[in-house]
Structure formats: C-alpha cells, structure tokens
C-alpha cells in the first residue's frame, strides 16, 4: 500500500519536471506554511507561488445548508482535476466556510435581528479571504437567504474571476392523510390554529430532506436574480438541491466557466453591469419575487461601483416597468407551484426565453460562460410555456408585474414597496383605505394577535415601527405577524393590512408594506403615526399616505413631542428597544437606509 501523499516526504514536482529550488522563493518563513498545505492538500510544492483558486460555502443551523458541504467537495474535487489534467499553473487551497442563520427558525424572535447582518458577515469573510489568499478564482456554493447576497457583493468587490453554484431548493412536503402540498409558510400561517392534530402535522411534514425554500420566497427570487445577472449558468439555478447533477455534472462546468472566465479577462464588474441589473430585476418582478431584492439589488450595485436608483432605474421606470410587466409563472406563495416544479417545465431558461422574445431583456449582456445571455439561452434550448406552471407573456399567470413602490407623507423619498402578486384583498379601485393600530415593534404586535385576535376588524392597518435597519437593529422579516394575519383574514373573509419600517420574507403576503423609510428610530413620519389615523394605500398613484398628516399643524405638533421625548430620554426614544450586543451596536450605529440596500456602511 503506497503511503498517504498528503503526509509525503518526498517531492512532487518530478512528475511535472518542476523543482521546488526554481521558485522564485527567499523567505522559508513565509513559504514553509504553504509547502506543509500543499502536501497535505496533495498538491504540487512548486505551485506555492502560482494563482490560486478557492471554493466557498455558506452554512449554517437549518437544512437550507445540509447540502452545501458535499457540493463545495464536489466543486474541490473538479478543480483539482481540472488543474492536474491541463496541467495548470495553479494553486489550490482549502475550502472555507461563512456563518449563516436560519430565517425560518429565528421569524418572529429576537434573533432574527440578525439575518440581514449576518449578509454583511458573509461579505467581510468572503472579502477577508479573497484579499488576503489572493485567490485568482472563486466558485461559492450558497444557500439560504442572506448569505448568498453578501457571497455575490464581495465576489463582485474583490472582482476576480468568479462564478456561483446556487446549492438548491427544498422540494415541497406532503400531508400524510389529503397528500396536498405544504411547505414552510404553510407551517407559520397555522401557528396560530388551535387544531393541535393539524399543527402537529405540518410540523412533522411540510420541510422533508435538504435544501432552502422552494417557492418565489427571497432564496429563489436572489437565485434567479444571480442567473440572469451572468453570475450562475442559468441551468443551474432550478434544479432541487439533491438533484444528482449538482454533484456529477455542475461541478466541472464551473471549472469551465472559471476557466473562460480567466482566459478572457472576464471578471465580475464586466457582468454585473446596469443593463444586467435591470435584466435581473426585471425577472424578479415578472416571477412575483421577493420585497426583499430591493434591498439585495441596492447592495450588489453598490458593490460593482453603481448607484442602481440613478444608473439602473428610477423608481417610477420601476413602478413603470412592473405596471406592463406581467406574472409568468404559477408559483408559491401567490400561486400554487414550487421551484422543482418550474425546473421540470423548463426552469430558469425557459422563463427568461420568453422574457427575450417578449423584448423586457437585454439579450447582448455577457455571463459567466463567456456566451451572451440571449447565445445561453439559445443553446439550452428550453421548451415553451405549458401554461401550468411557466406562462407566456401573452397569456399570463398575473396581467401585472408583483412588485410597487410607494412614496407619500409617510414615505417622502419613496421606497416603500408593496408585494401586489401577494395581496389577496382589500384594495378596491385601486385603493386601500385603513383605520391606524400601532404597536412599537414586532413582539408587541405577536402578543395581540395571539392573545386579543377578535380585536382585530375588517379594514385595519396595523402600524408595526422601530424595526428598521437601526431602529431594531437589522430589519427583521415580518414572515410571523403576516402569516397570523393572513390567517384570521382568510378566517373571517376580512383585511388587515401591514405597514413597517421593517422587512418581508418572500413567503409573506397579503397587503402588507415594508421598508417605510425614514425609519421611525430617526423620527420618520412612521413614528408619528397615532391609533385611530386615516391611512391610505393607492397603487393608481404609487402613494403611501396617512390623511392627519396632510394637516402641516398636526404633523409639527407631533414631531415636536416626538423630538422632546427623546431629547428626554439622552436622545434615543423611549419606544426604541436598547442594544448591548457589539454587531448590533454596529449596525445601529451604520447602517444604510432601505433604499440605499439597508446594509452597514462600509466608511
């Protein structure tokens, strides 16, 4: 038995006639790390000083992350055979792995404060090991909600040569007895049934084997944007997370993109380019994605030197845009199918094949396979719409794109963004109008509908404040009091409508408002809404408005007692909850407003 070469003596280098005395090498002290590695690793002593190539994952407490180790290996395992079999001057170092959190677990918990930082972690670990191995090429196998985004904005600010493996989705469960389809949202919108046997039921079935959320929820809506952005081969992006060929075929397809990636100075600000952004957006909007991408398009922009707002689109193209814009596809939670669904009627190339023919994309943008976005489209060859789960745009799923923004007196820079394809009632005529109940954060709001929810009624909006980027801090999704609200709404045939300063999971729906901006930690008209005010929803005109404050006098009256409240209270108000965890403190401290990605800044 030949001994294990990770722990041989000898040297390599005479299988490929290279000698460890020609490198150019004058400090042991620096080099003896690498040699020990690379003899463990097996690779080649005299490649110490070559590029290097490096593979990254995401993990984390859930099983959105349960199959990213056996990718990461499978993409080492290509890379390292890749570079021994053309003989590469290249470097391979050990994989490495980012934090991550489970949204689904921490929803409607104090933790889930820090989802939306946990993506700025990630960007400063990927960033931290690319800058400091001086990785030449990267592949990162990503999962969950947030991690992948802050993977994608350090991949796109450190700008070498790279490309991501989307790990995949969850397939749906099935209820053991009526075998109907449920899924994680099912199992927040029964949370509050006092039905123990159903409860108990969907607990036990509705997320079986690995994998991250399989609807048009915020994981799939940052895939799909990451493919049509150029960044994933668009096949990719569909395909469940145990399907066989994210192992046996994904991998070496990587390492061929790396390797035309390299080979033609492609790099990731060369794909990630205004006309990209806006294709990416645009199909996030025609498959009913998540509120979610207007902060994660922000962030990325940013990270490749763009300011999306004034370089990408307006927020009235925007609002333009998805006013023609149709819903394509039949997917969950505004529609009845899942991910795995859409890859068996054609997946993400058969969805974009129809936006290009239909003349919403820019079909000349370059990718990761150094072909066009229309020439990678043409050689997958998708099959057309089956108008079951993909839909032509002639013959939609929905006659109007999913997603607004508002402005208003309670949003006056805008920004406020409403998820149509979710909303299941109560805009008549285009109009919504609803009778103030304001609760100062999130666990105040879950406490009544648990204990006090027949104090409810029809045509309320519910008012939930200090949960924005600063004021929670970090932004928390709201997936938990709008499950339970979309629950008694569905009970009694009424609407109660949402508005926060904080964030959505894609799984929400109903018509609920995120990311109202100023938030009220920083005094914004949100916070100076009062119980019993006129709130009004109009999607004709794009408004977000509370009818009292149309009145200069009130508003003044009340941002004056706001203001000495907290000039009371050493300058932070009473109703905002105080933080003493060091990243939290940090990002109460920097963070960005929703508009401008909601992230810490970064000077």
């Known amino acids: 038995m030949s ?33 020990g590695t690379a003899r463990f690793l097996g690779e080649d002593v005299t490649k110490i000083h070559d590029p290097v190539w490096a593979v990254v994952g995401n993990l984390g407490d859930s099983q959105c992350y349960l199959g990213v180790s056996e990718k990461v290996a499978a993409v080492q395992a290509a890379m390292s055979a890749r570079i021994a079999r053309d003989a590469l001057a290249i470097r391979l170092i050990a994989p490495t792995f980012t934090v991550g959190v489970s949204d689904g677990q921490l929803n409607g918990t104090p933790q889930m404060r820090f989802s939306l930082i946990g993506r700025e972690l990630v960007n400063d670990a990927v960033s931290v090991h690319v800058a400091a191995n001086q990785v030449a090429g990267l592949v990162a196998v990503v999962a969950c909600d947030k991690p992948p985004v802050g993977t994608v904005a350090a991949m796109v600010e450190q700008n070498v040569p790279s490309v991501v ?8 469960g ?27 039921e969907i607990t036990l079935h509705a997320c079986p084997g690995q994998g991250s959320c399989g609807g048009m929820f915020t994981y799939n809506t940052m895939q799909t944007f990451f493919g049509v952005l150029g960044l994933e081969p668009l096949h990719m992006v569909a395909p469940p997370s145990d399907d066989p060929r994210r192992l046996e075929q994904f991998p070496a397809e990587l390492v061929d993109c790396l390797v035309t990636m390299t080979a033609r100075g492609i790099r990731p600000r060369d794909i990630v380019t205004p006309a990209a952004l806006r294709n990416a957006l645009t199909v996030a909007i025609a498959m009913g994605g998540s509120t979610n991408v207007m902060l994660h398009s922000v962030e990325i922009a940013r990270a490749a030197g763009i300011d999306l707002w004034d370089e990408v689109m307006s927020q009235q193209e925007f609002n333009e845009l998805s006013r023609r814009l149709p819903v394509i596809v039949n997917m969950r939670p505004f529609g009845a199918y899942s991910m795995v669904d859409v890859e068996a009627s054609g997946g993400l190339p058969a969805v974009v094949a129809e936006l290009l023919a239909a003349g919403y994309l820019d079909g000349a943008t370059i990718t990761c396979t150094g072909e066009t976005l229309a020439e990678q489209v043409a050689r997958l060859v998708p099959p057309p719409a089956d108008h079951e789960v993909i839909f032509s745009c002639a013959r939609p799923f929905k006659p109007t794109g999913g997603l607004r923004l508002l402005s208003g007196n309670l949003a006056p820079e805008g920004g406020a963004i409403l998820k149509l394809a979710g909303v299941e009632s109560g805009i008549v005529e285009g109009v919504f109008t609803g009778t103030a109940r304001v609760f100062n954060g999130e666990h105040d709001l879950i406490a009544a509908l648990d204990e006090r929810a027949d104090e409810f009624a029809d045509n309320d909006m519910v008012v939930i404040r200090y949960e924005g980027p600063r004021g929670a801090p970090g932004m928390p999704e709201m997936l938990d009091p709008t499950s339970k609200i979309t629950t008694i709404c569905r009970q009694r045939g009424i609407t109660i409508a949402l508005m926060t300063d904080a964030r959505f999971s894609g799984g929400s729906v109903g018509l609920v408002i995120g990311h109202v901006a100023p938030e009220a930690l920083l ?16 999607v004709n005109a794009d408004r977000l408005d509370c009818v009292e404050f149309r009145d200069p006098a009130i508003l003044a009256a009340r941002a004056a007692t706001w203001q000495e409240r907290s000039r009371a209270n050493g300058g932070q108000h009473p109703d ?16 960005r407003p929703a508009l401008a990605g909601g992230g810490m800044a970064s000077d």
């Open 3 to 35: 001994a294990d070469p990770r722990h041989s003596t000898t040297d390599p280098a005479s299988a490929t006639g290279r000698h460890f005395a020609d490198i150019k090498s004058s400090n042991p002290g620096r080099d003896v790390q690498r040699v």
């Open 165 to 172: 493996l989307s790990d995949g989705s969850i397939k749906p």
């Open 174 to 200: 099935r209820h053991s007895r009526t075998g109907e389809r449920i899924d994680l949202v099912d199992a927040f919108q029964v949370a509050s049934s006092p039905d123990e046997e159903l409860r108990e």
């Open 523 to 538: 005094g914004g008209p949100i916070a100076l809404v009062e119980d019993g005010d006129t709130i009004v929803v109009d």
């Open 576 to 591: 905002a909850v105080d933080v003493t965890h060091r990243v939290l403190r940090r990002m109460r401290a920097s963070a």
